[in-house]
Nanobody
Framework: QVQLVESGGGLVQPGGSLRLSCVASGLLFSNYAMRWYRQVPGNEREMIAGITRAGGGTTNYADFVKGRFIISRDNAKNTVFLQMNSLKPEDTAIYYC????????????WGYGTQVTVSS
């Protein structure tokens, strides 16, 4: 059974930092591109950052997090990270981890999410 489990969320003041982690199990992690999404209740889920399957893989970011967030992965630990710096109140959301196979079209998995709240 595939599981993606996020951690590292919490309450942080504006300008602060958090590091999210997502540990995957039940899949061959190195075959999957990994992405972070976020969702505010009532809004659609939006992609924040992605990294291709290889260690040190190609990354891409939504414009609104470029220069502030960094995605990375450790294939030996089946883990993807999201380092979030210079956090703003508008970054408050539930953050989700996503795995998408680079070999099987449409094979995707989601984590359960972790809450990030940016407030003074």
């Amino acid at each position: 059974q595939v599981q993606l489990v996020e951690s590292g969320g919490g309450l942080v003041q504006p300008g602060g930092s958090l590091r999210l982690s997502c540990v995957a199990s039940g899949l061959l992690f190195s075959n999957y591109a990994m992405r972070w999404y976020r969702q505010v209740p009532g809004n659609e889920r939006e992609m924040i950052a992605g990294i291709t399957r290889a260690g040190g893989g190609t990354t891409n970011y939504a414009d609104f997090v470029k220069g502030r967030f960094i995605i990375s992965r450790d294939n030996a630990k089946n883990t993807v990270f999201l380092q979030m710096n210079s956090l703003k109140p508008e970054d408050t959301a539930i953050y989700y981890c996503n795995a998408e196979s680079e070999y099987i079209t449409g094979q995707r998995y989601w984590g359960y999410g972790t809450q990030v709240t940016v407030s003074s």
